[in-house]
């Protein structure tokens, strides 16, 4: 039998799921697909993150968009790029809420 070995990292950069720096180090992402939504917790769970979750029904489709909010820095250890690439991102909204 073969053995099938998955990140939490690779989950969480290879999942669709749209992905909201805030620019003061929280980030927030969120999926309209359940089965991806246990992917993501059974990930952030492993990783021991704390986080918000929350269920938001969208008036003019239907659906259901399930999202997660959390500090960036919890992921540093065990997501090494995707934390450089979100941390990247929320410096650039950061400086783009400074400006505004």
Do not use: H
């Not at 073969?2 to 927030?28: A, F, H, R």
């Not at 359940?34 to 918000?52: G, K, T």
């Not at 239907?62 to 500090?71: A, S, T």
């Amino acid at each position: 039998m073969k053995t099938l070995k998955i990140t939490t990292e690779w989950i969480l950069d290879t999942l669709p799921m749209s992905v909201y720096p805030d620019g003061n180090g929280t980030i927030t992402i969120s999926t309209f697909c359940f089965s991806d939504a246990r992917w993501i917790e059974l990930a952030l769970d492993s990783m021991n993150i704390v986080y918000e979750s929350y269920e938001m029904n969208d008036d003019e489709t239907g659906r259901i968009e399930l999202g997660w909010e959390f500090e960036i820095l919890a992921i540093k250890e065990d997501c090494p790029k995707l934390y450089k690439e979100w941390m990247k991102n929320d410096l650039l909204n950061s400086t783009y809420r400074n400006k505004n």
